[in-house]
């Protein structure tokens, strides 16, 4: 197992192909803004629990969605048309990766990956530029959202969170109908799950997921507060 030194200047990783067949490629480190986007870059990213040290990933395969294979469902298609949430980006970074860091701390026996180190690792990301949030509004409270990191034309989707149902899907469905505009080529998911899969995301090799990474990479980052287009059509 390959241990990183928080002291080091050296970000570097080791290659992906050995990580375990979890997915597992190293622990220890930190979470300073600079390894942390160096770890998006190579196809890797954090995820432990409170009390761990810090476990880096890079799972195969890789959960993604392509922007154009965005699946709504019948029910969610009836929520968008009915306007029934006022849909907002980067307007409250903070309380939503409080939100999606809360109901975790509310499983029997469970904790929350998303740490108190990790909450000040991703704000300072979204201050750079580089971390962005979703926001669902209802009755002008927030009802869900999600957040995640943006480099090129990839988006790195970290957690998303409801407290309203079709509250987070419908944020996500205008995540990627604004990133479909933006020309984004990919939205990676980390981990499948049957909530993801519902949405369109599909699992691909590791190899062809680098792959598409090391092209998506070649677009500029949008790197400043971000805002839906006026025009934006979701369904």
Known sequence: MFVLNPHSPDLRFPPVELASPEGLLAIGGDLRAERLLE???????????EGQPILWWS????????????KIARSLRKTLRAGKFTVTLDRNFSEVIRACAG???????????????????YERLHQQGYAHSVEAWRDGRLAGGLYGVALGGIFFGESMFSQV??????????????LQRWEFSLIDCQMPSPHLES???????RRD?????????QLPTHDSPWRFDTDLTII
């Open 39 to 49: 770890a998006y870059r190579r196809g890797i990213f954090p995820w432990y629990n």
């Open 59 to 70: 799972p195969d395969p890789r959960a993604v969605l392509f922007p154009p294979k965005l």
């Open 103 to 121: 109901p975790r701390r509310k499983n029997p026996g469970g904790g929350t990956w998303i740490t108190p180190e990790m909450l000040d690792a």
């Open 165 to 178: 149902a079709d509250a987070s899907k419908t944020a996500f469905a205008h995540l990627v109908r604004q």
């Open 199 to 205: 949405l369109g995301a599909e699992s691909i090799r």
């Open 209 to 217: 997921y680098l792959a598409f990474l090391a092209s998506a990479l």
